[in-house]
């Protein structure tokens, strides 16, 4: 069984740590992996903790970027964890399905930001 109290330890640090990108960053982290240990699933587990610099570089970049994704996120962690705390499975993987999206739009959007900028940037190049 997943530790219900440990994620909700998670989210509630997320919760406080808004304004700190780093410290926001790490209890995501926490969150994503107590998921895979409550799940005794070994093999997510270890990817987990294999790609976690890159998942830390990337979801930094992103929570630098973005004015809003930080509140976003947070609400799908609590949406996600009060699923699994009521055993509802499908909620849970429906909440994190839609967790991922709006992460993956978030990130098309600040790249599409950053490129236009770079463009303008290299069009007043002398």
Same mark, same amino acid.
């Given at each position: 069984?997943?530790?219900?109290?440990?994620?909700?330890?998670?989210?509630?640090?997320?919760?406080?740590?808004?304004?700190?990108a780093?410290?926001?960053?790490?209890?995501?982290?926490?969150?994503?992996?107590?998921?895979?240990?409550?799940?005794?699933?070994?093999?997510?587990? *270890?990817?987990?903790?294999?790609i976690? !610099?890159?998942?830390? &570089?990337?979801?930094?970049?992103?929570? +630098? /970027? $973005?004015?809003?994704?930080?509140?976003?996120?947070? *609400?799908?962690?609590?949406?996600?964890? !009060?699923?699994?705390? &009521?055993?509802?499975?499908?909620?849970? +993987? /429906? $909440?994190?399905?839609?967790?991922?999206?709006d992460? *993956?739009?978030?990130?098309?959007?600040?790249?599409?930001?950053?490129?236009?900028?770079?463009?303008?940037?290299?069009?007043?190049?002398?």
């Open positions: 069984a997943t530790d219900v109290a440990a994620l909700n330890k998670d989210v509630e640090a997320m919760a406080e740590s808004q304004n700190d780093e410290k926001f960053l790490k209890h995501d982290h926490h969150f994503h992996l107590h998921i895979a240990q409550g799940a005794k699933n070994q093999i997510l587990i *270890e990817v987990i903790q294999g976690q !610099d890159m998942l830390e &570089k990337t979801q930094g970049h992103i929570i +630098r /970027k $973005s004015t809003t994704i930080s509140p976003r996120s947070l *609400e799908f962690h609590r949406k996600i964890f !009060d699923a699994i705390k &009521k055993g509802k499975p499908e909620q849970a +993987r /429906k $909440s994190m399905y839609e967790h991922l999206i992460i *993956e739009k978030e990130v098309y959007t600040i790249l599409k930001r950053e490129n236009i900028k770079d463009n303008m940037d290299f069009n007043n190049t002398p």
